[in-house]
């Protein structure tokens, strides 16, 4: 991924399950990025939002990504 490139977030998840989106995605070639909120790495715990992550991806595989993941 180029630094360039304009991401998007795709959907939020818990830190568990963005580590198997992540994995899904870069499965079928999508690059991703995964957006932490940092309450979640210092308390490992989502509440109400806080320590959501964003599951990013660029722009023009936005669709895409999408559709494997079905959101």
């Known amino acids: 991924m180029s630094t360039q490139e304009q991401l998007v977030a795709i959907c939020t998840a818990r830190q568990m399950e963005a580590q198997i989106i992540k994995g899904r995605l870069e499965s079928e070639g ?7 909120e940092s309450a979640s790495l210092v308390y490992g715990l989502t ?8 599951i990013m991806v660029p722009a023009h595989l936005a669709k895409e990504a999408k559709e494997i993941l079905g959101v």
């Open 30 to 36: 999508i690059p991703t990025l995964l957006s932490y």
């Open 47 to 54: 509440i109400d939002g806080l320590g959501e992550v964003k």
